[in-house]
């Protein structure tokens, strides 16, 4: 393997999917629903497929789909942006951060990340050369430590990572810390990548775009997809809206990483972008009802469960049980209770620093939130 990406390994959803299988465990792990996303968006797929929209789409994507994301993001922000110089489609939001940093980032560019962090930024970090600084958001609310943010911004700082809501915490950016962030990126002339896919599922607090800051627009790219908000995490539609000076390096990159996606998906997703609002809400009230069992379970299972505000993710602090580390314990949880969770410490640059926390996602059934939640008083 090339030495860019010697020191990851299969990633850790891969790795705690496969081990779930093996010991028939419950996988309350990776961050995939056991239920289908909606029928109108299936058949509008369907149709798409038997209308012939089966060739290479535009690159930036389909028509209708650019002017649905841009449609959407117009509702959610106010901004209004053109579809088709300022949206590009891409395979997934994992597919967004990567056209985004190999399309924006120079070799030896400095990029601030907030652990703990997914796993693709790391990684894509690296294969863009860039020199990752990262700033740890601690327990029990994971606030950004300002002072420390101030003394990591460097004249060589090019961009800062953010991801609100945020996985793995559930934690959402509060105004007061994005105003902060936008005011330090302003003087120090710093771009922001922000990931907001978890944007549909805020419970606790409303969601706020970065880009739609005063000032801010000009030097974000904001990245988003269908997966988590439709329940259709396969079929990884995803997009990155950004003004055209930065765009365009997103597009380059978009242009040799993929070329396009999946023309019937896309034109399936532009359908589903045009749900009602009355989706959106149900979507949020089946989550919170999900989030009670798990939250629930959890705390009556002996954890110390932090706050979620956002997401389908929470997480826990699992010392209370005694184990030395979160590999440790998430091994015992899949081989004698049979429950997987999703060790912290592989989302951070320090593994130590992540070595009493595990995440668990309630993005399942009810039942078989409430068989986990069983397993877990009985047999912890
Ligand atoms: N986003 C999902 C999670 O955090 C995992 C996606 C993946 O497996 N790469 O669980």
Redesign the pocket.
């Known amino acids: 393997v090339a030495k860019r990406l010697e020191k990851f390994k299969t990633?850790i959803?891969?790795q705690m999917?496969t081990l779930a299988l093996k010991h028939g465990a419950i996988n309350l792990?990776?961050?995939?629903p056991n239920f289908d996303g909606p029928d109108f968006v299936k058949e509008a797929a369907i149709q798409a497929i038997r209308e012939g929209k089966n060739q290479y789409a535009r690159g930036f994507g389909v028509p209708d789909l650019n002017s649905a994301i841009a449609t959407r993001f117009r509702k959610d922000t106010g901004l209004e942006v053109d579809p088709e110089k300022e949206v590009t489609v891409t395979s997934g939001c994992?597919e967004a951060i990567a056209a985004t940093i190999l399309g924006l980032i120079n070799p030896g560019d400095e990029v601030i990340l907030f652990a703990p962090f997914?796993?693709?930024y790391e990684a894509t970090l690296s294969m863009a050369g860039a020199k990752i600084k990262c700033i740890t958001l601690r327990p029990p609310d994971f606030s950004v430590p300002i002072d420390e943010l101030k003394s990591t911004i460097t004249k060589n700082t090019r961009a800062i990572m953010i991801n609100t809501p945020h996985?793995?915490t559930g934690k959402m950016f509060t105004r007061e810390e994005l105003e902060t962030i936008a005011t330090l990126c302003q003087e120090n002339d710093v771009l922001v990548f922000t990931d907001e896919?978890y944007d549909k599922l805020a419970f606790e607090a409303d969601h706020i775009s970065m880009a739609s800051l005063p000032g801010m627009y000009e030097r974000t790219v904001t990245m988003n997809s269908l997966g988590k908000t439709f329940s259709l995490?396969g079929w990884k539609i995803g997009w990155a809206i950004a003004p055209v000076h930065l765009t365009w390096g997103v597009r380059q990159a978009h242009s040799f990483l993929t070329f396009a996606t999946s023309t019937p998906m896309q034109w399936a997703a532009s359908v589903a972008l045009r749900a009602p609002e009355t989706y959106y809400e149900e979507l949020k009230s089946d989550y919170m009802a999900k989030k009670e069992i798990l939250v629930d379970g959890l705390k009556a299972a002996g954890f110390v469960v932090y706050p979620s505000s956002g997401t389908y993710?929470i997480i826990v602090d699992h010392t209370p049980f005694g184990f030395e580390n979160d590999v440790a314990f998430c091994e015992y949880l899949i081989q004698e209770v049979g429950v997987v969770a999703?060790p912290t410490s592989v989302f951070y640059l320090n593994p130590e620093e992540g070595k009493n926390l595990v995440r668990f996602?309630f993005c399942k059934d009810e039942g078989t939130l409430r068989a986990a939640v069983q397993r877990m008083k009985e047999r912890l």
């Open positions: 990633t959803f891969t999917s792990g990776q961050g995939f994992t997914y796993d693709s996985n793995p896919v995490t993710f999703i996602t």
